[in-house]
């Protein structure tokens, strides 16, 4: 998966009262999560512990948004990175990152039209495939062979799909997921959504569907999963490989749903639920819980079924 790149010299943002004092003139050139944390980068970590630790050793040339907390991180953290200290480190990091876009933002980009579709800059489009009149296709975005991308569809930058992708009319691939912080004020930040979606091979989409992008890291749809009209997936969703989703179901950001998982009509899991391999939700379900292995619920809230 392509990340989405910049380039930014942290040293300017003493510039724009984000910062107080910057004491590096290095160059961030992404975002990263502390899941994947990497190098260049600009991330940000809710609360410190050792593992989170661990992984920031390898790090360098970053800058790190804090939770001002009682931890000392090691030498060689604080000595290759800037890091910077605050009671909201997500809310920081959507105000810096949020700048650094609009800085980088391009007024300039060029589309170019096949088929009465737009496609921009940095597209790769595979082998066979059929793009029907009135798409957009954004930049730095990937198609594989033998896809299928139906009329008035619009596949948002640093969309990846594999090979045998069918995406039914007016669908939206990788739009803005829905995710903010708020001020002391009250005023809302969003936070900027560049991860994309990666769907895998031999998957159908239906019409009028939305998938989020992930925030930092893609939203990820395994490889053989059937998906009906009306369908809502959220960001940073993990969907695994052979599920089937039902019209007008809605899957919670940040949630992870397991092998050969089936999704009734108008069913609906909240945000960061994990739903195990070999499930059924039942028509109309709101599931509220994690839900195990082969495991059958229905109802709101969503109680195991025993058949």
């Known amino acids: 998966m392509k990340k989405f790149e910049f380039q930014y010299n942290i040293k300017d943002l003493e510039q724009t009262g984000l910062c107080s004092k910057i004491a590096n003139k290095f ?3 992404h975002v990263a999560s502390i899941t994947n944390p990497d190098s260049y980068s600009l991330m940000f970590v809710q609360k410190l512990n050792k593992k989170i630790e661990n992984k920031l050793l390898n790090v360098l ?14 030498k060689e953290i604080l000595e290759n990175n800037e890091c910077i200290y ?15 876009l609009q800085k980088q933002r391009k007024n300039d980009s060029k589309y170019k039209m096949i088929n009465n579709s737009r496609v ?3 597209v790769t489009i595979g082998e066979n495939v059929e793009i029907e009149p009135f798409c957009v296709i954004e930049n730095n975005s ?6 299928i991308i139906r009329s008035g569809t619009k596949v948002c930058s640093n969309v990846e799909l594999a090979n045998n992708v069918i995406i039914g009319e007016n669908s939206v691939i990788g739009s803005q ?3 903010f912080e708020r001020d002391t004020s009250g005023k809302a930040y969003r936070l900027p959504h560049v991860g994309g979606v990666t769907i895998d091979q031999n998957v159908e989409i239906g019409a009028r569907c939305t998938i989020n992008s992930g925030t930092i890291d893609p939203t990820i749809i395994g490889r053989n999963v059937m998906i009906d009209d009306n369908v809502f997936i959220g960001h940073n ?9 039902v019209g007008n179901a809605v899957i919670g950001g940040s949630s992870v749903i ?7 009509p108008n069913s609906y899991i909240m945000n960061g639920k994990r739903v195990g391999r070999n499930c059924k939700i039942g028509v109309g379900s709101i599931a509220i819980k994690n839900i195990s292995d082969e495991t059958t619920v229905f109802g709101f809230p969503a109680k195991i079924l025993k058949l």
Do not use: M
């Open 177 to 179: 997921g829905f995710g």
């Open 61 to 74: 040339e970053s800058l790190i948004i804090l939770p001002i907390q009682k931890w000392e991180l090691p």
């Open 258 to 264: 397991g092998e050969d998982t089936y999704f009734g």
């Open 142 to 147: 990937i198609i594989g062979n033998n896809c």
């Open 120 to 122: 921009g800059e940095n």
């Open 237 to 245: 969703e993990i969907v695994k490989e052979g599920c089937t989703i």
């Open 27 to 29: 160059i961030i050139k």
């Open 86 to 100: 605050t009671e909201n480190p997500r809310l920081q990091y959507a105000k810096i990152f949020s700048h650094i």
